[in-house]
């Protein structure tokens, strides 16, 4: 079965360094999600991307992050300058046609 | 803004017994509902959407009921085993923008012998 995978699995990552997320959607998908999940709190969503390009953005997704789909198979998540509160479970998601989304691994980023 | 919540937190049950998961939303104009599963420090599994022209969905001992007028979704989950044992995420997407998800608060479920 067709599934999202996510690179790496775990990041430790000195604060104020910057740190790429990666993610493969599924193939035929046309909508692309970054999410975040900080430590005993709820999923929250971060960025949607649709047609190369940013759908939308939470208030989370300041100036720090970006996104980018840089060939056809790979979406990425940048964070430029990360802080300690930026340590968290990151989340890469793609919809299909039938709107079920479909959910990696995750990345856990550990900012120290 | 659309809230999602989840009742109970937290469900420790023996094996074998039938069990309810609620989740609740504060605005009924959602086009679907989709359950999650996510065991400890690892991703989200999808277990079922149900959409809003549907009362109920299911999937094997898993059957999630949708009552939008109320605010309302439920996940019956048949003859429990360790197995199912997870925390179980219930989400709604979000009208506009990439259908982007609100999700809820989450029931850490632990089946036991």
């Known amino acids: 079965e067709p599934e999202v995978t996510q690179t790496p699995s775990h990041q430790v990552t000195q604060m104020g360094q910057e740190v790429i997320l990666r993610c493969v959607p599924i193939?035929?998908?046309?909508?692309f999600y970054w999410y975040r999940q900080i430590l005993g709190q709820k999923v929250e969503f971060l960025v949607s991307?649709?047609?190369?390009?940013?759908?939308?953005k939470s208030e989370i997704f300041d100036d720090q992050f970006s996104v980018e789909r840089p060939d056809g198979s790979n979406f990425t998540l940048k964070i430029r300058s990360t802080k300690l509160e930026d340590s968290a479970m990151y989340f890469c998601?793609?919809?299909?046609?039938?709107?079920?989304?479909?959910f990696g691994q995750g990345t856990r980023l550990t900012v120290v | 803004k659309q809230e999602v919540t989840q009742i109970p937190a937290a469900l420790s049950v023996p094996e074998g017994e039938n069990l309810v998961l609620n989740c609740s939303f504060t605005?009924?104009?959602?086009?679907?509902l989709q359950w999650f599963r996510q065991d400890p420090g690892k991703g989200l599994t999808s277990l079922l959407l149900?959409?809003?022209?549907?009362r109920e969905q299911t999937s094997g001992r898993l059957n999630a009921s949708l009552d939008k007028s109320s605010g309302r979704s439920t996940l019956y989950i048949a003859a429990s085993q360790p197995g199912d044992s997870a925390t179980y995420l219930c989400?709604?997407?979000?009208?506009?923008?990439?259908?982007?998800?609100?999700f809820g608060t989450g029931t850490q479920l632990k089946v036991e012998l």
């Open positions: 605005d009924s104009a959602i086009y679907n």
């Open positions: 989400a709604v997407p979000v009208t506009g923008g990439g259908n982007k998800l609100t």
């Open positions: 193939s035929n998908h046309l909508y």
């Open positions: 149900i959409q809003s022209s549907q």
């Open positions: 998601a793609s919809r299909d046609d039938r709107e079920v989304a479909f």
């Open positions: 991307f649709y047609n190369n390009e940013i759908s939308e």
